[in-house]
């Protein structure tokens, strides 16, 4: 059973790059089909998706965001990371990583705060 777990810092000040990280254990994100996906939720705010990468180094990333993120892989860790550049209190949200296949996510990381403040 594939799991997902995500790190990084809890607290970034305004426009620094905030970088996290999500590793993943009983499955290789070098298999075909998946796309390794980081998503987040804004307190008080639904789901928002931030993007993905898949096994051909493919990214798309949400518009909204794509000028300041940029995912990427460390096959030999077996981690996606993501960076998210010149953060503002707006970025302040709980970030999860996912698998996601056939239309959905079937694995979640637990999520990880991330909160934007001088």
């Known amino acids: 059973q594939v799991q997902l777990q995500e790190s990084g810092p809890g607290l970034v000040k305004p426009s620094q790059t905030l970088s996290l990280t999500c590793t993943v254990s009983g499955g290789s994100i070098t298999t075909n089909y998946f796309y390794w996906t980081w998503v987040r939720q804004p307190p008080g705010k639904g789901l928002e998706w931030i993007g993905y990468i898949n096994n051909s180094d493919s990214t798309t990333y949400s518009p909204s965001l794509k000028s300041h993120i940029s995912i990427s892989r460390d096959t030999s860790k077996n981690q996606f990371t993501l960076p998210l550049s010149s953060v503002t209190p707006e970025d302040t949200a709980v970030y999860y990583c996912?698998?996601?296949?056939?239309?959905?996510?079937?694995?979640w990381g637990q999520g990880t705060q991330v909160t934007v403040s001088s």
């Open positions: 996912a698998r996601w296949g056939g239309g959905k996510a079937d694995s």
